[in-house]
């Protein structure tokens, strides 16, 4: 519980061993309060704006995150007053708490997704575009400037821009605004292969897949662009700049090889590959592992 500031998940307890007497004994002498459906927190555990935010996402459990104000809020976003409790779930998913804004989205991405003060939290980049509709244009600057001083990388905000499509929580005009003015020479409509692809495939309406995950095949560490591990579906983006060198042309080839041998279906793409070659190919990889 002290990883959890005092709070404690009902299932967690019975994970962990305790029966349901157990867990009641605790509750009915008060060394366990109520917090949320299904989540207790500690007697003499101080309240906190952060043991809110957590219960409201024990209580939903799953891969749900804090957003928005919230995400805010545990980044220390300046100008921020009275943040409410918001979390972001999966799509199918819809979660009914007192007190909770909930937003439903498709569209969560791996790099979209942090741990701040041990709670599950949209990142810093992901903050600021879902912001973007929420303040002035100056506070959003003023957000977006004391985030790279405390270490926040433009492009990772321009990155996070770029795979998500329009939507009436965000104004993707006003991130490359702010954005030009903080990189010389910037681009809004140049984006790197990884996130083009990203887009391409959720605009499709196909499940995003994770990002840069890594994997144990033949005795080695392979690290694949876009997977979907469960239907052992590799995405690989070959941007001409990577294969520079001999060596590193020569171990992309080993690592597809041994994915290959491992069961993996490999899909590879270029900068030249378009949208209809990356959605076919990989809605053909589904029907093909699916109908196997």
């Known amino acids: 519980m002290e990883r959890q500031h005092g709070l404690v998940a009902h299932r967690q307890a019975r994970a962990a061993g305790m029966s349901e007497g157990q867990i009641r004994r605790r509750l009915r002498t008060r060394q366990w309060l109520p917090a949320r459906p299904g989540v207790y927190a500690a007697a003499g555990c101080p309240p906190s704006y952060e043991q809110a935010v957590l219960a409201a996402i024990l209580s939903v459990g799953g891969s749900v995150i804090a957003s928005h104000e919230a995400a805010a809020a545990l980044w ?49 980049a992901r903050a600021i575009v879902d912001m973007s509709a929420r303040v002035p244009v100056n506070t959003l600057g003023q957000m977006l400037d004391d985030q790279i001083r405390h270490g926040l990388h433009v492009a990772a905000v321009h990155r996070c821009i770029g795979r998500l499509p329009p939507a009436p929580g965000r104004r993707p005009s006003v991130i490359h605004a702010l954005l030009a003015t903080r990189l010389n020479g910037y681009d809004p409509g140049d984006s790197d292969l990884e996130t083009r692809v990203l887009r391409w495939i959720v605009t499709a309406g196909l499940m995003p ?3 840069q995950l890594r994997v144990r095949v033949a005795g080695r560490t392979c690290k694949i662009d876009l997977a979907y591990p469960e239907l052992k579906i590799a995405i690989e983006l ?25 069961g993996w279906i490999v899909l590879r793409f270029t900068s030249r590959s378009t949208v209809e070659d990356v959605v076919d190919a990989i809605r053909a990889a589904f029907v093909q592992r699916l109908a196997a």
Not at 106 to 119: K, P
Not at 240 to 254: E, G, I, K, L, P
Request: proline share 5%.
């Open 238 to 262: 070959d941007g001409w700049d990577v294969h520079r060198t001999r060596s590193a042309f020569d171990d992309d080839r080993a690592r597809a090889n041994a994915l290959v041998l491992a």
């Open 209 to 211: 897949p994770r990002q």
């Open 76 to 124: 220390n976003f300046v100008g921020l007053r009275e943040p409410r409790i918001e979390v972001s779930t999966d799509l199918p998913r819809v979660v009914r708490l007192e007190g909770v804004v909930a937003h439903r989205s498709s569209l969560l991405f791996d790099e979209d997704r942090a741990v701040r003060r041990l709670i599950p939290s949209a990142s810093r």
